[in-house]
């Protein structure tokens, strides 16, 4: 994870790890930060590179081999609020690609639009600081022909979106994720659904099938956000439910989850989700479905 300092790196590990109470008493990371952490069940290890001028300038850049080497993914995290930082962490991009180029790896990379929090999404200024990122970066990338990039919204107030980001991330570099939205589009058009989704309890998207982007949006929103309810009526003693549903009856749709498995030492359930008309008629499908995905789920990385 690679950013400015302040541009929120940290805080992002905090909510993944579902320390939120550190947030507020982070202090900026010195150096680098190398963790051996839990995420959605596989194990990873997370470089936190301090984003300091004396560290940037002194360290890494002097010797790329240590910190540049045998990534699968950089998270490249940028402040949205702070538009005069924008051409400085735009040129540390730049170096960081260099860095990546001299040293012939290939990491999957992600930019992270963080501090995307939801009143200042609203503005005018947040919309032109987000088309202003856009466009420096990319314009960046397409100067490396070999390091395509995404752009992720993340907002320490809206854990789902940090969970979409990492989602994004881990897809970029699965072995499985293409065949897996493969399959979940076959299950869309049995079903008739407008949408389908695979989402672990502890937040993982493996994969999504949707016509359209609001859809895609609408699915793995209300999956994350109803799976956190589950979460929370498990952790105070109820049983986990296994069909999670929201009826829109003045939409004329329902948004219905159903356990499939757990995956990992950890037993984490597995929901599929889908967005229809009929809901029921997602039962006669799910067990060939659950033959199909189980295998695929534990080959995901």
Do not use: H
């Not at 994720?177 to 493996?206: H, K, P, T």
């Amino acid at each position: 994870m690679v950013g400015l300092d302040a541009a929120g790196k940290t805080s992002i590990l905090s909510i993944v790890q579902e320390k939120f109470s550190l947030i507020k008493s982070l202090l900026p990371t010195r150096g680098v930060k190398r963790e051996k952490l839990d995420f959605f069940g596989y194990p990873i290890i997370s470089w936190d590179l301090g984003g300091q001028t004396q560290y940037i300038e002194k360290l890494y850049f002097n010797r790329p081999e240590l910190f540049f080497t045998e990534a699968d993914i950089m998270l490249y995290v940028v402040d949205t609020q702070d538009p005069d930082r924008f051409p400085e962490s735009a040129n540390y991009f730049r170096e960081v690609l260099k860095a990546f180029e001299k040293l012939k790896e290939k990491p999957a990379i992600v930019i992270v639009l963080s501090k995307s929090d939801p009143d200042i999404r609203k503005t005018l200024q947040w919309q032109q600081n987000e088309t202003n990122i856009m466009n420096k970066f990319t314009k960046i990338a397409d100067d490396f022909e070999e390091y395509p990039i995404d752009f992720c919204d993340t907002s320490v107030f809206q854990r789902e979106t940090i969970m979409q980001m990492f989602s994004v991330a881990l897809k970029k570099v699965s072995d499985t994720s293409e065949i897996i939205e493969n399959i979940l589009e076959d299950f869309a058009s049995q079903v008739g659904a407008r949408a389908s989704s695979l989402v672990s309890m502890d937040g993982l998207i493996f994969g999504s099938y949707t016509d359209t982007e609001t859809d895609e949006m609408l699915v793995n929103n209300t999956a994350l956000l109803l799976q956190t309810l589950s979460n929370f009526y498990n952790s105070i003693g109820l049983i986990r439910e296994k069909s999670i549903s929201l009826d829109l009856p003045l939409n004329g749709f329902t948004i219905r989850g159903e356990k499939l498995f757990d995956y990992s030492d950890l037993q984490i359930p597995v929901y599929l989700w889908a967005i229809v008309q009929e809901a029921e008629k997602l039962e006669s499908k799910l067990d060939y479905f659950k033959e199909q995905l189980l295998p695929l789920i534990n080959l995901f990385l």
